[in-house]
Each structure stands twice: as C-alpha cells, then as structure tokens.
C-alpha cells in the first residue's frame, strides 16, 4: 500500500465552518439525544409514561425556550426528534435553526456486552452509517455523536480501548464524508473508588488510542469536536477533588493529548451535580487554552428544567426559565466569569448512579 495523501472531503470547508460556530465564544452544547428507553427513565422521575406525545412535549419546551441561542450553539437530537415536530406543529429542526441553534444528530446505536472482555461494553451503529448520515443532512442536522464508555473498575481492557478507539474513528471519517461534523465521545465513566490519579492515566491511555487511530482514517482535526469526560476522582473515592484541581488534571491531559487544530472541546457532566459542573468547566477557562473549552451536557443542563416541568402545562413557562439558567451559568463559565452566586441548593445535588447503563 502506498503512502497517498486522501483526497479532503468535498465537505472540508463546511464542516471546519459548522465546528467553528458551535465552538463559538460564550455558547455550547444542549445534549437531548437521550434515546426512547433513556428518555423514558427521565420520563418516569417525574411520573410521566414514554410515550412519543410526551416525548414531544418535553423536547418543545426545550428547543421553544426564548433566546436559548444566545448560550446554546448546538443541539444533538435523537432520530425521532429529528424528524419531528413541536406540539404547534412546527419542525423542530427548524425552532433550532431560527434559535441560531445548529442541529445534531446522535448517530450511534448504544452500548452492548463487548465478548472476550471483563464485563465490558462496546458500542454498535457502523453499519449503514454512511446512508444513515447523508438522509440526516438531508434532514437538516450538521454535525454528529457517537458515544462509546470506558469503564475503571471493570478494567479498563486493551481489547476495550482499542474498539472504542477504532470504533470512534470509523464514524469520524464516515460522518466528515457525508458532511457531518463528528463529536468524538469516549465517556470515561464515574464509577469506582479510584482516585483521580488513576483517572488520568486511564484518560491518557484512551486519548492516545483515540488520536492514533483519528489520524489513521484521515479524519481532519479542523472538522471534529471532542466530547471528553472531565478528569475527576471516582464516584465513590474518599478524597473529593476542587474544581482547581479537576481543572488542573483535565487541561494537562488536553495539553499532552489533543492537537490545537482541533476547534471545542465540548465536555459531558456524567453525573456530575448542574453547579459542580459549572464550577469545573469555570475553573478550566481561567487559564487561556488553545481550543473553545466548553459544554455538551445533558443531565446538568436539564436536571431542575425536568423536574420544575414535572409534566404540567403550567409550569412550562418555569421549566424553559430553569433551563435559561443553567445555560447562562454555563456560558458565564465558558467566558471563565462564573461566580455561583444564587445557586439552588438542588443544582447542587450529584445525579451519579451507582453501575447506571443508558
Ligand atoms: C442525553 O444522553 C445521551 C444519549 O444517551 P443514550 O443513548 O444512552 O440514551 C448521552 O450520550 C449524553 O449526551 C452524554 O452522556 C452526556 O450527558 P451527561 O448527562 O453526561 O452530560
């Protein structure tokens, strides 16, 4: 085999211009791509049955927030919402786009027993994908999520890694040919009793893999966006980290891991409560970091909205006032000027589960 330089995909500028604007000054990302059996557990917290009208209620009230666009420069949907509409009957990807809100599309197809390992997971969805995402383009979003999980205590295995690795840059080459600008998401998950030492020489090991094998499939760094796990304790160590010092160990991984070209880093709060994932994302953007170090949460961001909802028509007005909130808390953050005052004594509470699988 030969040495050939790839031709750039007939989308580069496009996707270099549609990653630029979500890693925009100030904004990031509104993660509600929870898929039909997720959904349906945030659902039944509020005592709400999964069904596809209530479904819908919910992802109204989310995108129809005023002035949401102001703090939200992206929202990764599910493919049912994709394609469908608010309860006024207008196409939800069209309130994101007149919200100046870009819409994704969650592209992967979930986490399943990964055979010859320690009780691991690997995550499916390649086949088909190159159509799958050219139809989701056609539909209107413009860039992609593909979530795959790294467990601690389970291992984590080589044989782990590298399928998450691989897996992860499949779906990059495959969603930047079809236009797709493709979130790059490793969750590395809370459980365990490790401290954070641990979790950042696991989180080294997976970025290393991760990066080999981007670079292998061609995958230009201008056109992706990464969706990491902050570097923290494990949920059940004794020793709790500050925000300093979660800051401190996730920029230094950064600094040795991920090149510059690569535009946002766009974090997920897995578990995290809705203010300790402000204060960590804030302490992160004191320093001057060579990529937009921002936000792609979905429980710290819906955590109170859900809850204020509760699923009556009453409170709606409430809940998008929740959400505005928390989006503003996190734009503060990412602008490095977040000063907790105010804060709910709820937004405080962690929403970590013990060996939680969605
Ligand atoms: C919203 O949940 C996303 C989809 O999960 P499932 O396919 O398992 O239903 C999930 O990928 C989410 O976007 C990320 O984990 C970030 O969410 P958190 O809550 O960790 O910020």
Same mark, same amino acid.
């Given at each position: ?25 100030g904004?990031g990302? @509104? ?8 959904? &349906? ?19 109204? %009230? ?14 990764? %949907? ?15 990807? *069209? ?15 979930? %986490? ?6 320690? *009780? ?5 969805? @390649? ?63 809370l *459980? &365990?009793?490790?401290?954070i030492?641990?979790t950042f020489?696991?989180a ?24 990491p796990s902050m570097v923290t304790p ?5 020793d709790r980290a500050t925000p300093q010092q979660v800051a401190d160990y996730t920029l230094k991984l950064l600094q040795?891991?991920i090149?510059? $070209?690569?535009?946002?880093i766009m974090f997920l709060s897995g578990?995290q409560s809705e203010v300790e994932a402000t204060q960590n994302l804030n302490a992160m953007n004191q320093s001057t970091n060579p990529w937009h170090v921002s936000f792609s949460y979905?429980?710290a %961001? ?8 509760? &699923? ?5 007005? $409430?809940?998008?006032?929740? @959400?505005?909130?928390r989006?503003?808390a996190n734009s503060l953050a990412q602008l490095g000027k977040y000063t907790g005052e &105010?804060e709910?004594?709820?937004a405080k509470?962690g ?8």
């Amino acid at each position: 085999p030969s040495l050939t330089v790839r031709a750039a995909s007939s989308y580069a500028d496009e996707l270099v211009k549609t990653a630029k604007t979500v890693a925009s000054k100030g904004r990031g990302i @509104l993660a509600m791509d929870e898929s039909n059996a997720t959904c &349906g557990k945030r659902l039944a917290s509020i005592g709400l049955e999964n069904t596809e009208a209530n479904r819908q209620a919910y992802r109204t %009230l989310l995108v129809t927030v005023p002035e949401l666009g102001q703090y939200i420069s992206g929202a990764i %949907l599910f493919e049912e919402t994709l394609y469908q509409s608010t309860t006024d009957g207008k196409k939800i990807v *069209d309130v994101l786009v007149e919200q100046k809100i870009i819409p994704g599309i969650k592209v992967d197809k979930g %986490l399943v027993p990964l055979a010859g390992s320690n *009780d691991e997971s690997w995550c499916q969805g @390649l086949d088909g994908l190159a159509s799958r995402t050219a139809a989701y383009y056609q539909q209107g979003a413009r860039f992609a999520k593909w979530r795959t999980v790294v467990s601690i205590p389970n291992g984590p295995s080589e044989l782990a890694v590298t399928e998450a690795a691989w897996g992860l840059a499949r779906y990059a080459a495959i969603a930047q040919d079809n236009g797709l600008v493709p979130i790059v998401e490793p969750e590395i998950l809370l *459980d &365990g009793e490790h401290g954070i030492e641990r979790t950042f020489e696991v989180a080294q090991k997976v970025w290393n893999k991760v990066f080999f094998y981007l670079a292998e499939n061609n995958v230009m760094y201008e056109g992706i966006l990464l969706k990491p796990s902050m570097v923290t304790p494990g949920a059940e160590c004794k020793d709790r980290a500050t925000p300093q010092q979660v800051a401190d160990y996730t920029l230094k991984l950064l600094q040795r891991r991920i090149p510059p $070209a690569v535009p946002g880093i766009m974090f997920l709060s897995g578990g995290q409560s809705e203010v300790e994932a402000t204060q960590n994302l804030n302490a992160m953007n004191q320093s001057t970091n060579p990529w937009h170090v921002s936000f792609s949460y979905a429980r710290a %961001l819906q955590n109170t909205c859900l809850k204020t909802w509760g &699923g009556r028509p009453e409170n709606v007005k $409430a809940a998008q006032e929740a @959400l505005l909130i928390r989006a503003k808390a996190n734009s503060l953050a990412q602008l490095g000027k977040y000063t907790g005052e &105010g804060e709910s004594e709820a937004a405080k509470q962690g929403m970590f589960v013990k060996g939680y699988s969605y």
